[in-house]
């Protein structure tokens, strides 16, 4: 398959996806990132670190932005994604994997929750 091929794919496949859909791919590029961060750290490849948090922040910011405070858990994950934030800052300040060790399940279990919410509504 050539190059414009792939792309014209990947395009097709986000514009036909769900809101449920996008939000968990959206959740599991952040917890690819925090993995892909943490082997970063390992090698000390502070370069690929970097960009990887900046994209996991980039990611919650949307997130946040998107919000519709319509509904009352609007805040609550508002507050949620500010955290997340908070703790990204510290990650790159600190380069420490700890971090991620404790942002990394919080992640996923919104994730999971998510997921669980899109399969009633589905239903």
Excluded: C, H, W
């Excluded at 370069?47 to 996991?56: A, I, M, Q």
């Amino acid at each position: 398959m050539n190059r414009y091929g792939y792309q014209q794919y990947k395009q097709q496949s986000v514009n036909t996806m769900t809101r449920g859909e996008m939000l968990l791919l959206l959740y599991d590029e952040i917890l690819k990132r925090l993995t892909r961060a943490e082997l970063a750290l390992g090698k000390e490849d502070y370069e690929l670190f970097d960009k990887s948090v900046t994209r996991s922040r980039e990611i919650v910011v949307y997130l946040k932005d998107s919000l519709n405070f319509n509904y009352p858990i609007s805040n609550e994950l508002s507050r949620m994604y500010d955290f997340f934030l908070y703790e990204l800052s510290r990650l790159e300040a600190g380069r420490k994997p700890e971090i991620i060790a404790e942002l990394r399940p919080l992640v996923a279990d919104l994730r999971e929750a998510f997921g669980e919410a899109d399969k009633k509504a589905q239903v």
